[in-house]
């Protein structure tokens, strides 16, 4: 599913973000990513997506190398892949329902499609009964979770969590990595990455440690 090897990603005039990452992660596996601010989680994960090329060494995602991409085809890659952000980046005046359908409306879904998967993934979520409502009227918890249908309402076959916690309270932190757990065993390949150890270690899953963008440490549990 996800190869790295040799994988190093220099900015220009910075120290390298990452430097020499190799790592395999299967088909169907759920696995943490964690490491200090700084650490290169987000580059590794933008790495993963084919929001970057790696400057030297191979990433190759669902069989596909990313540095040999051809731009026409990255558009196709990522909407496959499901991206969750510390914050959701909701459009305020759309409803929560038509935040959650954007992804159909722009792949030209029919209606009743759209409506289909839309109102099914808001059940997943616990969302349904706010379909109508806005962004500016739900807690950061619900918000949170509408950023989570919206990436999961095309199937993706990868989801990839950049700190999807980091604004909640360990309590709402916890209920969403369960949530994550869910879409697990629905068959996503689940990467997370967080800062916060100690809310991963209440979950048995293999943990990545990220430390000046290197790869020290692989855990599995």
């Known amino acids: 599913m996800i190869h790295l090897s040799n994988v190093t990603k220099r900015y220009s005039g910075k120290r390298d973000a990452l430097s020499e990452i190799t790592l395999h992660i299967d088909t169907g596996e759920m696995v943490f990513l964690t490491g200090h601010s700084g650490a290169g989680k987000s580059t590794l994960l933008k790495l993963i ?15 596909q190398n990313i540095h040999r991409l051809k731009q026409h085809a990255v558009p196709r890659l990522r909407r496959q892949i499901g991206l969750i952000f510390q914050t959701p980046y909701l459009l305020r005046k ?31 979520v616990g969302l349904l009964d ?19 249908a919206r990436a999961i ?30 879409f697990n065993q629905m068959g996503m390949t689940t990467l997370i990455a967080s800062h916060n150890l100690a809310l991963l270690r209440q979950f048995k899953r293999r ?10 440490g692989d855990e599995k549990q």
């Open 49 to 63: 997506a084919a929001i970057e090329k790696p400057s030297t060494g191979e990433v190759i995602v669902n069989g």
């Open 94 to 124: 759309q409803t929560v329902f038509e935040n959650v359908a954007l992804p159909l409306v722009i792949e030209g879904l029919r209606h009743k499609e759209i409506t289909s998967r839309t109102h099914a993934v808001l059940g997943q």
């Open 130 to 148: 706010l379909a109508k409502a806005f962004p500016d009227a739900l807690s950061c918890g619900e918000q949170q979770r509408v950023g989570i």
């Open 153 to 182: 309402v095309t199937k993706p076959f990868l989801l990839l969590a950049d700190e999807p916690t980091g604004n909640l309270d360990p309590g709402l932190a916890e209920q969403m990595i369960r949530l994550f757990e869910c």
């Open 207 to 216: 943990t990545l440690t990220l430390d000046a963008g290197r790869l020290c």
